[in-house]
């Protein structure tokens, strides 16, 4: 375990990651349904590990072989274009689908040799370079986007008509970096559509709109994650090391109060969320209990 206690010291304070995005050509966005999102994230996990993960040289007590490296990361699936204040009505233009994957720095090399008191030993994290030249990033990109093409259409929803499937990359090496990524793919279709109300002024206006805004916010069925960790940063892993060093998560019923609670971009102040009290009456605007509380004629907020 002092293994792990180096490797989760090391991720606070020195991490660094890069960000891939898997795209898809627009003419598949009508062929997948935005609610397979999640089977999309898991082919994307995959894909990854696969390749981040090295060959397969391990046999462990007669199972399948091993990749070398076990990596970690997270994965987020968006179903929705990106707010974007230059480009009014951006959120409400329908589906676009893609996948943001996170892979941090440090891996798991089940080949490295450690020498302690009782010997050498194998297995160990090491630190590996994701900032590769412009060579081998367009090398890279290519790779992953001719699997990550073959996975999509192995689904059964055809094929599409453009041959290069786009897969964009980025290196973060600074820890500041890494949480601005985060906190942007972590970022939920109901803030995205906040923004597009509050800073553009463009709540959704036509049928075609509406239809799609209640699509959008019903693609997570209730009980689905947001985003997965995978690999050594997978959920179970996390908490098994929280409880070893003493850390105790909220319970679930706290977790989820504080989560309905929704700040103002503009003062800072906490909105209102009861539902005698909705800001905005419309309830395309509402998901699993939580308004976008924007309203035209003035703002309401805790306290003021």
């Known amino acids: 375990m002092e293994i792990l206690d180096r490797l989760y010291a090391e991720l606070h304070e020195g991490v660094a990651a890069s960000m891939l995005t898997f795209t898809m050509p627009a003419d598949m966005w009508a062929k997948i349904s935005p609610n397979e999102i999640c089977e999309l994230e898991r082919g994307v996990v995959r894909i ?26 997270d994965v987020v699936g968006q179903w929705f274009h990106s707010f974007n204040h230059e480009r009014k009505g951006n959120v409400w233009r329908g589906a676009d689908l893609h996948v943001h994957v996170v ?9 490295a040799e450690t020498y302690g008191l009782e010997g050498v030993s194998k297995g160990a994290f090491v630190k590996r370079t994701l900032s590769l030249s412009r060579a081998e990033v367009n090398l890279m990109c290519y790779q992953l986007g001719q699997r990550w093409k073959a996975f999509v259409e192995s689904l059964g929803y055809g094929t599409s008509s453009q041959t290069r499937w786009v897969v964009n990359y980025r290196y973060y090496p600074k820890r500041n970096d890494v949480v601005h990524v985060l906190d942007y793919i972590y970022r939920s279709e109901i803030q995205d559509a906040y923004r597009e109300v509050v800073y553009n002024d463009r709540p959704p206006r036509t049928e075609a709109e509406l239809s799609w805004f209640d699509t959008m916010i019903n693609v997570r069925r209730p009980g689905q994650h947001r985003h997965s960790g995978f690999g050594f940063m997978a959920n179970v892993n996390l908490n098994r090391y929280a409880k070893r060093i003493g850390l105790q998560f909220k319970r679930k019923v706290d977790r989820l109060k504080e989560r309905r609670r ?4 503009r003062c800072g102040g906490e909105m209102e969320t009861s539902w005698s009290n909705k800001v905005l009456t419309l309830e395309e605007v509402v998901t699993r209990g939580i308004p976008i509380l924007v ?10």
Not at 103 to 111: E, F, P, T
Request: proline share 4%.
């Open 262 to 265: 929704i700040f103002c971009d």
């Open 48 to 73: 990854v590990e696969a390749y981040f993960g090295g060959e397969r040289c391990i046999s462990v007590e007669g199972q399948k072989r091993l990749p070398r490296y076990l990596i970690g990361g």
């Open 295 to 304: 309203n035209p004629n003035g703002w309401q907020r805790k306290g003021g």
């Open 103 to 111: 892979v941090y720095s440090m891996m798991y090399d089940r080949l």
